[in-house]
Nanobody, 123 residues
Framework: QVQLVESGGGSVQAGGSLRLSCAVS???????MGWFRQAPGKEREGVAI???????NYADSVKGRFTISQDNAKKTVYLQMNSLKPEDTAMYYC??????????????????WGQGTQVTVSS
């Protein structure tokens, strides 16, 4: 069993920055850690993925603005969000998948989820 706890959400003006954190109860040898988001009335979408090997992938809408990283010693995954836009407003979820590959366009296979943290970007 893997437990995930997100933190770091909040409200910011457009152009601002936030850093989300996801505390992970345990890692496996092979895993994918991802950040997903869901805005009201929209489907959940993948934002950024990082594998146990450190490979990353991003949604086109956030490339160049968001950076996913991990600190294995702290068992924490981060999402640094810069140049935030109002369309980034959503509930952000951390998720874990204990096998490869690490898809970003689907949440299928990500069996562990945090409770979510709200990000609100005002114009």
């Amino acid at each position: 069993q893997v437990q995930l706890v997100e933190s770091g959400g909040g409200s910011v003006q457009a152009g601002g920055s936030l850093r989300l954190s996801c505390a992970v109860s345990r890692y496996s040898d092979r895993y994918c850690m991802g950040w997903f988001r869901q805005a009201p009335g929209k489907e959940r979408e993948g934002v950024a993925i990082i594998s146990s090997y450190g490979n990353t992938n991003y949604a086109d809408s956030v490339k160049g603005r968001f950076t996913i990283s991990q600190d294995n010693a702290k068992k924490t995954v981060y999402l640094q969000m810069n140049s935030l836009k109002p369309e980034d407003t959503a509930m952000y979820y951390c998720a874990a998948r204990l096998s490869f590959p690490c898809p970003i366009h689907t949440s299928i296979g990500y069996n562990y989820w945090g409770q979510g943290t709200q990000v609100t970007v005002s114009s």
